[in-house]
């Protein structure tokens, strides 16, 4: 085979490299991938160690070239804005120009929508290094009044550390400055598979009236109690096992849950918890003698 800028041309008896296919080839690949990848590479700035080696740079122009012909295999594009929209009124930019993570995002930012992906725009910004572009689109005509609660995310791109070294704990979120006399209420959106209970609190997070709380701050501890492992199965019939039973266990073979697989599709699901189990059926009952399961 032929490899130019990271592409592989492959060579056989069917399908002959001339001559001049290696000048065409060099000028495709460099005019639509390498020529921009050297230049990036050509403006880069090394603060560690000083400037790389003619290796290190061949390799990163390298690993260039294939992120750039993986992008276009996916049809992923970048695009400027047109010049009406680049103003200081309308949005605000936040990153470096260079950066190899991009983000233009149309937001109003009197919408649920926005409290929500502002945080990961933040996080993108302080963890990457990516640029963040922001354009405002607000609706022109607003009846009501859009936001009724306050959303904070618990992440923490950057990790922390404590004076000895030690990783700081920052799965918290704080709200500040909120409404004393009026009747709120906490609620966990964490994801469809996972079961956030609250731990410990002293009062009920479904009625909160901070007039009426005696402590400085109303702290409460949520724990994630257990994920929810759902899938679908089926016989060799393509037909749902109903009635089938199923069993997570542990290294040990010790059960951690059961189930009965649904006539509805096959569904089933259990409750684990994170680490390495393993499916099967459990080792005393008819589901052992009458099915296997297909591991692979």
Known sequence: G????????EVTSRH???RGDFGLAHGVEWAARAKHVAEVVGKAKFTKGGKPSASALSDAALKGCVVVASQAKLGVQRQELPPKWKTQLSGFTVGDEEAMIQVTAFLDPLSPATQRVAPLLMALADGFGAKIQVMLNPKAVINDVPIKGYFRYVLSPVPSFDDKGTLQASHKATFNNLPTSKLLTMNIHSPDAWFVEASRCAYDMDNIMLDQVSEPALTAHYTLDHLLLTGHASDE????????QLALTGADSSPISDTLVMSNLGYFQL?????VWTLDTPPAGRSRDLYEVNKG
């Open 16 to 18: 002959r490299f001339l």
């Open 2 to 9: 032929v490899c130019t800028a990271g592409r592989v041309f």
């Open 271 to 275: 409750k684990a918890r994170p680490g």
């Open 237 to 244: 019939h393509r037909s749902p096992p109903a009635g089938l």
